[in-house]
């Protein structure tokens, strides 16, 4: 509770107990709502993909879990752009009452700084972070036509190569360029805006490969459309047990999707271990359980502190890559 010095030569006996009255309630000078209350209402949850994504899917799935615990509506909103920037910043700036969440790619604050400007750069510190989520593995696929079906395949090729990404920013953009940097191959990037037209292009041939979240890719995989050649996460991918990781075949390029679900900084501890406490029970349902599988999703259920940590360390590992080797994700060099 914040602390008002006495004021007894201003203050009457009226305008004390209505001072009392707003302080008990936290809403003196646009102050925080009492959070013992905690939820007062329908808790939003603010996703920066468009519908229908990875991440749009995974809110969706936490939110119908962790309303039940909560016994609230928890309402999705997608406020796609600049890679959920815009949406981070916007909930960032929402009062620190718990009733306005997010949900956070590690993208966003460990990779798209490497390719913006600092006025334009999410900082995770500006954000309380309630828990993480899951670990989305990126794998690198072939075209059918390309003729590639192993990644010595892609190396050998002496020759220029289109390969597409995700967008400028992402997960999928590091690991290739870095890849193909480690590995001596000239590529030309076809930035796409998401997983979906990336993979499209790949189908049809408009680029030869494509750095993808599994998820997306898998259907096509599996019904032999396209060629995983690596995945990029530290270990080999349990759904895909029979593709090497990109260690494996000697590229240090771990580099996987993470999410987690954020608060506005300065959230109170009581509205923090209520969410996480709700956000627990979802993670052990069996619904949240098969969704995970289904989506090709790994549990990264590590908690917040944790979370910061971890994202922290691959931040500062990614900007080493990305200067050891010379590149511009932003595409101005």
Same mark, same amino acid.
């Given at each position: ?18 001072? *009392?009255?707003?302080? /008990? ?8 709502? &009492?959070? !013992? ?23 969706? /799935? ?23 920037? @815009? ?26 700084? *490497?390719?913006? =400007? ?6 995770? $510190? &500006? ?8 670990? $989305? &593995?990126?794998? *690198? ?10 990644? #010595? ?11 597409? =990404?995700?967008?400028?920013? =992402? +997960? ?56 995983? @050649? ?9 759904? @895909? ?24 900084? +300065? =959230? !109170? ?5 209520? @969410? *996480? ?22 549990? #990264?259920?590590?908690? +917040? ?22 590149? !511009?994700? !932003?595409?101005?060099?």
């Amino acid at each position: 509770m914040m602390h008002f010095p006495t004021r007894r030569a201003v203050l009457g006996a009226t305008s004390a107990m209505t001072l *009392l009255a707003l302080t /008990a309630c936290g809403n003196v000078a646009g102050g925080s709502t &009492d959070s !013992s209350k905690f939820p007062s209402g329908p808790i939003s949850v603010t996703v920066g993909q468009a519908a229908g994504g990875s991440t749009d899917l995974i809110a969706r /799935a936490v939110a119908e879990g962790a309303s039940k615990t909560l016994g609230t509506p928890m309402p999705v909103v997608n406020k796609p752009g600049a890679n959920g920037a @815009l949406a981070t910043k916007e909930v960032a700036g929402k009062p620190a009452d718990g009733q306005n969440l997010l949900l956070v790619t590690a993208s966003l604050v460990t990779i798209t700084p *490497l390719a913006v =400007t600092a006025e334009e750069a999410v900082n995770i $510190d &500006d954000l309380d972070i309630i828990t993480g989520l899951s670990q $989305d &593995d990126y794998v *690198l696929v072939a075209s059918t036509q390309s003729g590639f079906k192993t990644i #010595k395949d892609v190396t050998g090729a002496g020759r220029n190569i289109t390969f597409g =990404t995700t967008g400028v920013g =992402t +997960g999928s953009q590091l690991a290739q360029t870095v890849l193909f940097k480690q590995a001596n191959v000239q590529g030309t990037d076809v930035p796409f805006d998401s997983g979906k037209p990336a993979l499209t292009a790949v189908l049809g041939n408009q680029v030869e490969l494509a750095t993808i979240q599994l998820g997306e890719a898998m259907p096509q995989i599996q019904a032999g459309k396209v060629a995983p @050649l690596l995945v990029f996460s530290e270990e080999r991918n349990t759904f @895909l047990p029979d593709v090497p990781t990109a260690k494996e075949s000697r590229y240090d390029v771990p580099v996987a999707q993470y999410r987690a679900v954020a608060a506005p900084k +300065g =959230t !109170s501890q009581v509205a923090k271990d209520k @969410l *996480l406490a709700a956000f627990k029970e979802t993670f052990k349902s069996e619904a949240y359980q098969e969704f995970n599988k289904k989506n090709m999703l790994t549990p #990264k259920e590590i908690s +917040g502190e944790e979370v910061v940590t971890q994202w922290k360390e691959y931040a500062a590992k990614y900007k080493s890559l990305v200067e050891k080797y010379d590149i !511009s994700l !932003s595409g101005t060099k």
